[in-house]
């Protein structure tokens, strides 16, 4: 599983680097391989939490590719894997399902109306210098980053006191953990997210973590303390 595992984070990434360099068809190709070789190995429980990973993150490229209705496929597996194994995220899964469906049932003049609200805010980007546009984008980034920083502390903590396999979540936070460490736009703030995630990793995986960030200690020690 760990080489089968090496190469899915070397496929996610280049699928992710596509979508940055706005080839999102390549992006597509390139997170559809990525699913489908793991349809090839048993179905345990942290095989089947890669794949709703892969798949949530696949939803995501067909939306940006107008495949509207493959979004909705793909998120419906989501879910349905979600509840097979009993996982935390299944209440945002299922939002994130249903806004892909309100998106599927839209018409023509509704899709181009988004388009024209996406535009004017790409505009409204534009008109800032280079540097204001760097700084809005890399505040964006951290603080989507360190949302998802506390969603994993939570869900380790509700594993760890459920008593629930945490080596499902383990191998999500590695998914993460791999986009994160080739982020540059984060700047000083990847290396502490990197330190966070693969201490939270240690911690579910039952061993001590190396090198705890201090922006993120007090997250370390509330799931030690669960």
């Keep these: 599983m760990s080489a089968t595992l090496d190469e899915l984070k070397k496929t996610v990434?280049?699928?992710r680097q596509a979508a940055q360099k706005g080839h999102i068809e390549k992006a597509v190709e390139l997170q559809e391989t990525a699913v489908a070789s793991l349809r090839h190995l048993p179905e345990d429980e942290e095989t089947l939490a890669i794949r709703s990973v892969l798949?949530?993150?696949?939803?995501?490229?067909?939306?940006?590719a107008g495949h509207f209705a493959a979004a909705v496929t793909a998120l419906e597996e989501v879910v349905a894997i979600d509840r097979?194994?009993?996982?935390?995220d299944l209440a945002q899964d299922q939002q994130?399902?249903?806004?892909?469906?309100?998106?599927?049932?839209?018409?023509s003049a509704e899709l181009s109306a988004l388009e024209r609200q996406a535009e004017q805010a790409a505009?409204?980007?534009?008109s800032m210098s280079q540097g204001e546009q760097e700084a809005t984008r890399a505040n964006i980034l951290q603080t989507a980053m360190r949302a998802l920083a506390h969603d994993v502390r939570?869900?380790?903590?509700?594993?760890?006191?459920?008593?629930?396999?945490?080596?499902?979540?383990?191998?999500r936070v590695e998914i993460a953990l791999a986009q994160i460490?080739?982020?540059?736009?984060?700047?000083?703030?990847?290396?502490?997210?990197?330190?966070?995630?693969?201490?939270?990793?240690?911690?579910?995986?039952?061993q001590p973590p190396q090198t705890i960030p201090?922006?993120?200690?007090?997250?370390?020690?509330?799931?030690?303390?669960?």
């Design 55 to 64: 798949l949530h993150n696949l939803a995501g490229y067909y939306q940006d």
């Design 154 to 171: 939570d869900a380790a903590i509700t594993a760890r006191k459920n008593g629930a396999s945490t080596g499902t979540l383990a191998a």
């Design 123 to 126: 505009v409204r980007l534009t």
């Design 214 to 226: 201090p922006a993120y200690a007090q997250d370390i020690e509330a799931i030690l303390s669960s």
């Design 13 to 15: 990434l280049a699928a």
């Design 181 to 206: 460490r080739d982020e540059d736009a984060l700047g000083k703030e990847r290396e502490a997210l990197v330190n966070y995630f693969e201490s939270v990793v240690s911690i579910l995986r039952d």
């Design 96 to 107: 994130a399902l249903a806004q892909a469906r309100q998106l599927a049932a839209m018409t």
């Design 84 to 88: 097979q194994i009993d996982h935390p």
